[in-house]
């Protein structure tokens, strides 16, 4: 319960209204650094990312904004259904999530099985078709992120984390961007 009410406290966009005249392109890049934030957090503390990636997952449709489900989810809705939210985005008719791998690559990480493969070609398939929408901080993340287990240093770890928190930071942060700093016990500062 402690984790459900945490989530519905941080929430980016707590009502639709609070959307309007939003650009589908920034929505698109908040959904690119979200599922950047999910696996660092699946690699840190596999608990949390499974209840996170479950409540995402639990409405599998992506159909509509739903104030009782998480940041994530509704980001995705909002750039899966463009349509459905004309009248309220800035629209950008050449931005396509694949929906049926998007849901697999959430349900492995729900199930606690997160499939590190499938995940890159993922994110290399949003890089290709969000185009200049992902920025270069984004990529450096992406394979930063895709060598965690690898080559990497705990300090360089850190180093990512403290990056991943900078580029997301707003106004408002989301769920996710609080459960990152929560369970790698990073703030972001200024450099």
């Given at each position: 319960?402690?984790?459900?009410?945490?989530?519905?406290?941080?929430?980016?966009?707590?009502?639709?209204?609070?959307?309007?005249?939003?650009?589908?392109?920034?929505?698109?890049?908040?959904?690119?650094?979200?599922?950047?934030?999910?696996?660092?957090?699946?690699?840190?503390?596999?608990?949390?990312?499974?209840?996170?990636?479950?409540?995402?997952?639990?409405?599998?449709?992506?159909?509509?904004?739903?104030?009782?489900?998480?940041?994530?989810?509704?980001?995705?809705?909002?750039?899966?259904?463009?349509?459905?939210?004309?009248?309220?985005l800035f629209n950008n008719w050449d931005i396509v999530i694949p929906e049926l791998r998007l849901k697999r690559v959430?349900?492995?990480?729900?199930?606690?099985?997160?499939?590190?493969?499938?995940?890159?070609?993922?994110?290399?398939?949003?890089?290709?078709?969000?185009?200049?929408?992902?920025?270069?901080?984004?990529?450096?993340?992406?394979?930063?992120?895709?060598?965690?287990?690898?080559?990497?240093?705990?300090?360089?770890?850190?180093?990512?984390?403290?990056?991943?928190?900078?580029?997301?930071?707003?106004?408002?942060?989301?769920?996710?961007?609080?459960?990152?700093?929560?369970?790698?016990?990073?703030?972001?500062?200024?450099?």
């Amino acid at each position: 319960m402690e984790f459900i009410k945490s989530i519905i406290e941080s929430r980016m966009y707590r009502r639709l209204e609070q959307v309007k005249g939003t650009d589908v392109n920034t929505l698109a890049s908040l959904v690119y650094d979200h599922l950047l934030m999910l696996r660092v957090v699946y690699y840190i503390d596999k608990k949390s990312a499974v209840k996170y990636a479950k409540e995402t997952i639990k409405q599998q449709n992506f159909n509509g904004f739903r104030q009782s489900m998480t940041d994530m989810y509704n980001l995705l809705t909002l750039v899966m259904q463009q349509r459905q939210y004309a009248d309220k985005l800035f629209n950008n008719w050449d931005i396509v999530i694949p929906e049926l791998r998007l849901k697999r690559v959430i349900r492995a990480v729900a199930d606690g099985e997160l499939d590190a493969r499938d995940y890159d070609q993922l994110l290399m398939i949003l890089y290709r078709r969000f185009g200049r929408v992902v920025t270069s901080d984004q990529m450096w993340l992406r394979r930063f992120v895709q060598d965690w287990h690898k080559r990497i240093s705990r300090m360089d770890r850190n180093q990512a984390i403290m990056r991943i928190l900078q580029t997301v930071r707003r106004p408002i942060n989301t769920d996710l961007y609080m459960l990152l700093q929560k369970v790698s016990k990073v703030s972001p500062g200024t450099e």
